[in-house]
């Protein structure tokens, strides 16, 4: 998400502060229950009202909203706690949608728009949801094909939107469209419209997956559906550039997310060869199975400076074509590393590496998503390199 203007300077303190309200918000009222959430296929809405409570879900919005304003070094606390001790994708990336949908509210939208959906969302009340990806699209967003046509003071929309997080129960949803001619191409003609999730037109189809299994993850359709011109986000045209803005708020959260289940991972697999004995001895007694552990913690640390140096560049103004350029190659390198300890936390759990119920089990299934979503790897090297000039 955007870092507002009146984002307050994040001390050790407060960093420290909310890292421990985090870690006890997810060892309580998330860890213990993950297991039945991914049987269900959804966890409780109460859950949002519960995290609002914290203040969780208004952290880095404006005050006048029922926000905190935060930098993005006091915001990282958040995304690495509660994915490090809450153990779930899942309920992070549908408890969190918000942070991926209402930016270009907040950015774009009128007084009236922002005042409206952005308080009740902050206060757990309702949820909202960015509706980006089509069938057959994937990360070519220069040729969406979802179309919305200006009648009245209104909006009629039609097309379709795949892989939505939150899209089953969204009551926002921040949708790219494009205006205009049906048939035109590139990035031109999109624009960002706000539906409401009970616009009658619109069809939604819950999506089966490898992991994030207690997100609800959506197929959504749009029948003539109207939307009031109010809605709409900024100008018409101008939805490619505030997707791409959008875009780096959300790699970042990403990259510390994928730090947070790294560590996850680890405590596991250390926990575990510390206490399980092989051959006489504990596994953690043997060199190879240290070296694993040593190999785990390499990674984290150097994902973990990194997040913190692309964060104090962001709050210091540094948010250039280079800054772009480290949140890309940040989100890849934070996504192997999760990806690393989670093979190597299964191999050290052995046969309980296998089996349903384990955090390493989970966060393995949950690798992918968190390589592809947001930007598959290569579209961040990519864009990396003509940010980099190369």
């Not at 007084?111 to 089509?134: F, N, T, Y």
């Not at 197929?219 to 900024?234: Q, S």
Request: charged share 20%; net charge neutral; proline share 3%.
């Amino acid at each position: 998400m955007t870092v507002t203007s009146d984002a307050i300077t994040a001390s050790e303190e407060d960093r420290t502060a909310l890292a421990d309200t985090v870690t006890r918000f997810a060892r309580t009222e998330i860890a213990p229950h993950v297991d039945a959430w991914d049987a269900a296929g959804e966890f409780p809405r109460s859950l949002y009202r519960r995290a609002a409570d914290l203040g969780l879900l208004g952290l880095g919005y404006p005050e006048q909203y029922g926000g905190t304003p935060a930098s993005y070094q006091l915001r990282l606390p958040l995304w690495r706690a509660l994915s490090r001790h809450g153990a779930s994708g899942g309920v992070l990336a549908s408890l969190l949608s918000h942070n991926i949908g209402l930016p270009p509210v907040l950015a774009h939208g009128s007084d009236a728009v922002r005042s409206e959906v952005i308080p009740p969302v902050l206060a757990g009340e309702q949820i909202a949801a960015l509706a980006i990806s089509e069938p057959g699209g994937g990360s070519d967003v220069a040729q969406l094909k979802t179309t919305a046509r200006r009648e009245g003071d209104e909006y009629i929309v039609n097309g379709e939107k795949v892989f939505i997080t939150s899209g089953m129960r969204a009551d926002w949803i921040t949708v790219a469209v494009r205006i205009g001619d049906a048939g035109s191409k590139g990035s031109g003609g999109i624009s960002m419209l706000l539906i409401p999730g009970h616009s009658a037109g619109l069809s939604r189809s819950k999506l089966d997956k490898m992991g994030w299994l207690c997100s609800d993850t959506a197929h959504l359709r749009f029948d003539n559906v109207r939307v009031p011109a109010r809605y709409l986000l900024g100008e018409e045209g101008a939805g490619f550039r505030i997707i791409m803005a959008n875009f780096n708020g959300e790699r970042f959260g990403l990259a510390a997310s994928a730090l947070g289940f790294a560590e996850a991972c680890y405590d596991e697999a250390l926990a575990w060869a510390r206490q399980r004995k092989t051959f006489g001895a504990a596994l953690v007694e043997h060199q190879v199975i240290r070296h694993k552990l040593v190999d785990m913690q390499m990674r984290i640390q150097s994902t973990a400076a990194w997040c913190e140096s692309v964060a104090a560049q962001a709050d210091a103004g540094r948010t250039g074509p280079e800054w772009v350029a480290q949140v890309c190659l940040l989100k890849n390198h934070a996504t192997q590393t999760m990806q690393f300890c989670a093979d190597q936390a299964v191999q050290i759990l052995g046969g309980m590496g296998f089996m349903r119920g384990t955090v390493s089990e989970r966060i393995y299934r949950e690798v992918k998503v968190m390589m592809i979503g947001g930007g598959a790897e290569e579209i961040m090297k990519d864009l990396a390199a003509r940010q980099l000039g190369i």
